[in-house]
């Protein structure tokens, strides 16, 4: 019987404890931010396949273009329940005045949550979408479906010569993505860490 992939992508490498850990989330100071699924289209990628309607899946994929006005448009309507955005709010999502667009799909994506904040930003997502009925979602995937799934997303990303150059500067140190808030999760430090255990996989596959 095939080793579950969640626990097949724990790397030799993972558990070297002579190498010093990479730490990251999507606001980080250093240039390793840009290993967050916010960037390189990741986000818009893994999101969009919760979603049955072409036009809901086209309208994810449309933020990763989106200018700066739009983005602070699409960011301002799928949080309704934020009133009175004061500058800083307005700008906690940018980098350098270029917009962090993973943000977009990740506020999409959890549209399909079953709450009464979600079910009012489902629709809001319908209409952004052009389409009159409420999106259609996807039957939620297992945990092995969600790394064959990231796994997928983030190959895409890292074929990018920017994005490969980057996730191979990280040499052989451990790679954790900490969230902003929270204890962590099933993809983040110091939850399950999935998301650093991939890009660790991701990277030993540029290599060989």
Excluded at 50 to 79: G, H
Excluded at 191 to 203: N, P, S, T, V, Y
Aim: hydrophobic letters at 35%; proline letters at 5%.
């Amino acid at each position: 019987m095939a080793t579950p992939l969640f626990k097949r992508i724990k790397t030799d490498v993972y558990h070297d404890k002579t190498v010093f850990d990479i730490s990251f989330n999507s606001k980080s100071a250093s240039e390793f931010c840009q290993l967050s699924n916010f960037y390189g289209g990741v986000e818009a990628n893994y999101m969009k396949e919760r979603f049955l309607d072409p036009e809901v899946k086209q309208l994810i994929e449309s933020f990763e273009t989106v200018n700066p006005a739009q983005f602070l448009y699409y960011l301002k309507e799928l949080q309704p329940q934020k009133k009175n955005w004061t500058t800083k709010q307005e700008e906690f999502w940018y980098r350098g005045g270029v917009p962090i667009t993973g943000i977009l799909s990740k506020l999409a994506g959890g549209a399909v949550k079953d709450t009464p904040s979600m079910r009012k930003r489902l629709k809001i997502l319908g209409s952004l979408a052009g389409i009159d009925h409420i999106p259609k979602i996807k039957q939620g995937l297992n945990n092995d479906e969600k790394l064959v799934h990231m796994m997928e997303c983030l190959k895409q990303k890292y074929r990018d010569p920017h994005f490969k150059s980057l996730l191979l500067l990280t040499g052989n140190r451990l790679l954790h993505e900490k969230p902003m808030r929270g204890k962590g999760n099933f993809w983040t430090y110091p939850g399950e860490d999935h998301l650093g255990k991939c890009l660790i996989q991701i990277r030993k596959n540029l290599l060989s």
